[in-house]
């Protein structure tokens, strides 16, 4: 007849209740597990979708406390003939108070297919032109802005409006963090910085 209780069933029984109770004393604060393992930094998301709105069907559209969408919107914009829309609980930022204008706001979205799962609107400046955050760096034909969006960027990116002894772009970052970016709607991509 076999032994009912050895001691590698003993010692996986022993290790289970051991693992049980260190998972309850790290939780024991009110904490969910994504505060915890959560990033620090803001999460990289790539603009696949950079365009102006022309058109809006805004339903109880807002962004909450919590980042995400509340309602819907739908959008036409200027580089897709079909609509694209924003469903509720869509991580993002609304910086544009006149959404429901023609041409008074820009949209930034990663997508998924052609579901949008991240957006920023901004408000347009003049020349179809908006601000961005600092450009932390360049990689890939992409500028790593510091808000964690990637946009592209321009061969030659105009840093006359900063006073920077600087001779490489990657030295401006350096010497200069505190900045803006333009984005260019008519040439798509970052065109130049502000100070």
Not at 74 to 89: F, K, N, Q, R, T
Request: glycine share 8%.
């Amino acid at each position: 007849m076999r032994q009912v209780l050895s001691w590698r069933f003993v010692a996986a029984i022993a290790a289970l209740i051991g693992l049980t109770l260190f998972v309850m004393l790290v939780f024991t604060r009110d904490d969910s597990v994504a505060e915890i393992v959560g990033p620090s930094e803001p999460i990289s998301r790539r603009a696949d979708v950079v365009a102006l709105v022309l058109d809006t069907q805004v339903q109880d559209f807002a962004v909450g406390a919590d980042g995400r969408s509340v309602g819907q919107v739908s959008m036409v914009l200027s580089s897709s003939e079909e609509p694209v829309a924003i469903y509720a609980g869509t991580p993002g930022t609304n910086e544009c108070p006149g959404l429901g204008e023609v041409g008074q706001c820009a949209l930034l979205a990663q997508l998924l297919g052609d579901t949008i799962v991240s957006f920023r609107l901004i408000q347009m400046g003049p020349r179809f032109t908006f601000e961005l955050p600092a450009i932390e760096a360049l990689e890939g034909g992409y500028a790593n802005l510091a808000d964690g969006w990637q946009v592209p960027y321009a061969d030659v990116i105009d840093r006359s409006a900063c006073d920077s002894p600087a001779d490489s772009f990657s030295e401006f970052i350096r010497l200069v963090p505190v900045h803006r970016s333009l984005y260019s709607l008519g040439e798509n991509e970052l065109v130049s910085v502000l100070c």
